[in-house]
């Protein structure tokens, strides 16, 4: 399991009311195979919306890779 492998930026750490922000999420799959979830845990000063959870369902599967021999006898 891959612990590191969640990256989240976002556009503005200090946004007033009725502002918005850019949150852009990665994941790194490289050498995992099979079903992961993680979690974003967002926390503001809004007295409605303290803090929000966003959820992650990934499922990646293993490619085969074709052996290729060239038939070198023509």
Known sequence: MCLACIEASIS????????????KVSYDTTDYVGKDEKH?????????A???WISLYVETEALSIPNLTPDLTN
């Open 50 to 52: 303290p803090d929000k």
């Open 12 to 23: 503005s750490n200090s946004l007033k009311p009725g502002e918005s922000a850019e949150l």
């Open 40 to 48: 974003i845990h967002i926390y503001s000063n809004d007295p409605l």
